[in-house]
């Protein structure tokens, strides 16, 4: 979104945002099968988004402490921009395009009622375990109730490997864009 003149906002379509929501689109659609009926029920929705790193970034002061690896801090948190709330408003955009026949997972988004968003820099520097090595995003949508682990916090140690069933999937996708 972005303010215009008279105090007007509008949403930002930029080419960027558009084919990157096009890709979570046909990423969700890979997973859930052409037979896919949208859901139409309450949800919830857990997204890592690994970012790249900064072209600069200001790193005095906020490792002192960290031991550097290379010239990069071990762990530092991606704190700037993009905010973590816009990039989920554009993955559960995504999730159920508007003015499209294309591919919906839910029947609108509106339908996500709990949700949660981490950003991280890839792995190894990550500070989370959901981290891929490469920007991208690991998505967890289920419906509400389901039995489902809860997204684990971002640290500033060692988070850990990612979850052995986001690793096989992150290694098949990474194959089929070979």
């Given amino acids: 979104m972005r303010a215009v003149a008279a105090g007007k906002i509008r949403r930002e379509n930029g080419s960027e945002l558009v084919a990157w929501r096009d890709e979570i689109t046909r ?4 997973q859930a099968g ?3 009926t949208p859901i139409n029920g309450p949800v919830q929705v857990a997204a890592c988004l690994t970012v790249p790193w900064p072209a600069r970034m200001p790193f005095a002061g906020f490792c002192d402490s960290v031991e550097p690896v290379g010239e990069r801090p071990a762990r530092l948190a991606p704190s700037g921009t993009p905010d973590g709330d816009k990039l989920l408003r ?3 955009d995504a999730l159920s395009p ?3 026949s294309r591919f919906h997972l839910l029947s609108d988004d509106a339908r996500v009622i709990d949700s949660q968003v981490t950003k991280t820099f890839a792995a190894p520097e990550h500070t989370h375990p959901w981290a891929l090595d490469t920007p991208g995003l690991v998505l967890r949508v289920s419906i509400l109730g389901a039995d489902v682990e809860p997204m ?4 500033l140690s060692e988070p850990g490997p990612m979850p052995e069933p986001a690793r096989r999937l992150h ?3 990474a194959c089929q864009r070979r």
């Fill in 27 to 30: 990423r969700a659609l890979l």
């Fill in 34 to 36: 052409g037979d896919w």
């Fill in 90 to 92: 554009a993955v559960q």
């Fill in 98 to 100: 508007r003015k499209t």
């Fill in 152 to 155: 684990p916090g971002s640290v």
């Fill in 171 to 173: 290694e098949s996708l």
